[in-house]
C-alpha cells in the first residue's frame, strides 16, 4: 500500500502533527482566541442539530478547586503524598475549559450526542494547535465525581462531562505513534 503519511497539504500536517500536550508554559493564551475556538467547536458535525454541547470556561478559582478535590480522591485512594504531588502539578496548568454533552434519554441519540460533542472537542484542539496552542483531554476519575459537577454548577442528570480539557503553551510535544493503516483498513468490493 502506497505511504499516505508523507501528505504534506496544511491540513494533513495540522491533522497528523497535533500531539496531546501534558506539560505547560505558566502563560495564559489569550481569552480571545479561546473564544474562538469555542465558536469553531460547534460547527463540528451533530446528527438532528441537537447542538448538545455546552463548555464552561474556567478561571483560576474553579480551576484551583477541582486541583484540591482531585488532590483529596488522590489521597484517599494513593496516600497523601501522591494527592500533594497531584495538587503542585495541577495547579501549574493554565487553561482549564469543560465540556459537557446534554444527556439524552434515548440511548442511539445519546451516543450520536456524546459523538457529536468529541468531533466539536477535537475542533477546537485542532484551532488551538493552529495557533500554537497545546490541549490535553482528561477524563480521569476526578470528572465523574459528584463534586466536580457542584463546582462547575451543572446538574449531572442533565448533562455529562465529555472532558475536561487543559490548554496552554507546549512546554514539550511528546512523540506518540500510531500503527500502520494496514492494521485497520478492510477495503470490500
Ligand atoms: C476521550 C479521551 C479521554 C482521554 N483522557 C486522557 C486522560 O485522562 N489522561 C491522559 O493522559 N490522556 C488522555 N487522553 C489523551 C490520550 O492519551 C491521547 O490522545 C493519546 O495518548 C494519543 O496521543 P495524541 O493525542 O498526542 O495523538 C484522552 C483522549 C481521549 C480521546
Redesign the pocket.
Known sequence: MPDHSIVTSPVAELLRG???I?TFLPELPPRELLLEAIDLARWAPNHGLTEPWHFYLLGKETAQAIARLNAALVSAAHGEAAGLAKLERWLTIPGWLVVTCDNASDPIRAHEDYAAC?CAVHNFALYLWSEGVGV?????AVTRDPGFYDLIWVDPHLESVV?LLWYGYPAEI?Q?PRKPVAEFLVELP
Not at 490535553?136 to 480521569?140: A, F, P, R, S, V
Open positions: 497535533r500531539r496531546t501534558h468529541c490535553k483531554w482528561t477524563t480521569g472532558g511528546p506518540t
